[in-house]
């Protein structure tokens, strides 16, 4: 299958850049491989994201404008100089629980090793599902503690109360 070839020549190039690139696949009712999510970390977020100094993560999701329609998720992190670093990206079909167990799953790979990590969200109903479902299913391996981003809790809160077109008296 062409499509399986390309996915494999894929991963084996970005191995050989010390990277980590996966997909998400599944068989459409022809029989075909569809791919309906990536996840691309190169070698310097991989190494960021597995410093001690690599936490929390920031997960945040959108929709933007592209030829596909694809999501785009994006990870970025605090570094040991209290910077903003990015950490990889996925884009996918949905952002959808299935596809937030998938993406967890693969990235919590790289960082088996550690203890505990933060994991900061914009109150993504599915993901926060996901985080969820990762720490009872895997209670002896790396614990997610996941922190709502006060930012956006203030602006759904401001979207929520412009929705009641209150009177400003």
């Not at 809160?157 to 209150?166: D, G, S």
Request: proline share 2%; glycine share 4%; charged share 30%.
């Amino acid at each position: 299958n062409t499509d399986k070839m390309e996915t494999i020549e894929l991963e084996e190039d970005m191995k050989k850049r010390n990277g980590y690139i996966r997909f998400k696949e599944e068989t459409n009712a022809e029989g075909k491989i569809v791919r309906t999510a990536v996840l691309c970390i190169d070698e310097d977020e991989i190494k960021n994201i597995q410093s001690p100094d690599g936490n929390p993560l920031f997960i945040d999701g959108t929709a933007i404008p592209n030829r596909l329609n694809w999501e785009l998720t994006m990870i970025t992190l605090v570094d040991k100089y209290l910077g903003i670093q990015p950490a990889g990206a996925m884009f996918s079909v949905n952002s959808n629980t299935e596809t937030f167990d998938w993406f967890l799953n693969e990235l919590m790979i790289l960082i088996k090793d550690k203890e505990k990590v933060s994991i900061i969200t914009d109150q993504d109903s599915a993901l926060s599902s996901s985080i969820d479902s990762y720490n009872l299913a895997n209670k002896d391996q790396t614990i997610i503690i996941h922190i709502l981003c006060s930012w956006h809790k203030g602006r759904n809160l401001e979207k929520k109360i412009a929705q009641l077109n209150l009177n400003k008296e």
